[in-house]
């Protein structure tokens, strides 16, 4: 079983990932760096030159292959949710972790980082605020929810850590 980690950009799914990792002795994998390597182009740039449906189709394809992994802690991109099949298919690999932040938050910790393609526009808070109102549905489809505004990076992954932990102990006595 692996712990899936999704949730809008600058929300800390890779800290904390890395983190959890290293605490549960799990790998960690990105679904973001599978796209980079599998492209051998940076996620700006895939972007800029393919647009973004050609990105979510490697982002799909990205996820298909961490679906093969076990004990694995998965840190994806924070659009992975818009594609259905891609929750469909980490669920059936692992607990679903989304974790939060408010739009200031997410704002404070993305801005000046060109390598975020869809916060590169004259609003960003404005964009920021759009994408999380569509895209809230779908984050509610995880197992549990954590906002990250309110933790330092290592009691978020205690907290992860806990809850997968509870949950393995329940499936492994059913």
């Keep these: 079983m692996n712990i899936v980690l999704v949730g809008f950009m600058g929300t800390g799914k890779s800290s904390v990932g890395m983190k959890l990792s290293e605490m549960l002795g799990m790998g960690f994998i990105d679904t973001d760096d599978i796209v980079e390597a599998d492209s051998g182009m940076i996620i700006s740039d895939i972007f800029a030159e393919k647009g973004e449906e050609y990105f979510r189709d490697l982002e799909s394809e990205a996820v298909e292959k961490t679906c093969k992994l076990s004990h694995y802690v ?18 059936s690999t692992g607990m679903l972790f989304c974790l ?7 704002f404070e910790r993305t801005s000046g980082h060109s390598h975020r393609p869809l916060l590169q526009v004259g609003d960003a808070i404005g964009r920021i605020h759009e994408m999380l109102e ?3 549905p779908l984050y509610a489809k995880a197992d549990h929810r954590i906002d990250t505004s309110k933790f330092t990076i290592d009691q978020i992954a205690e907290k992860v850590a806990d809850l997968f932990k509870s949950y393995s102990l329940i499936d492994a006595v059913e």
């Design 100 to 106: 939060d932040a408010p739009p200031e938050v997410i």
């Design 74 to 91: 998965i840190a994806t991109g924070g659009g992975v949710v818009i594609r259905d099949r891609n929750i469909r298919n980490l669920r």
């Design 134 to 136: 569509i895209r809230e």
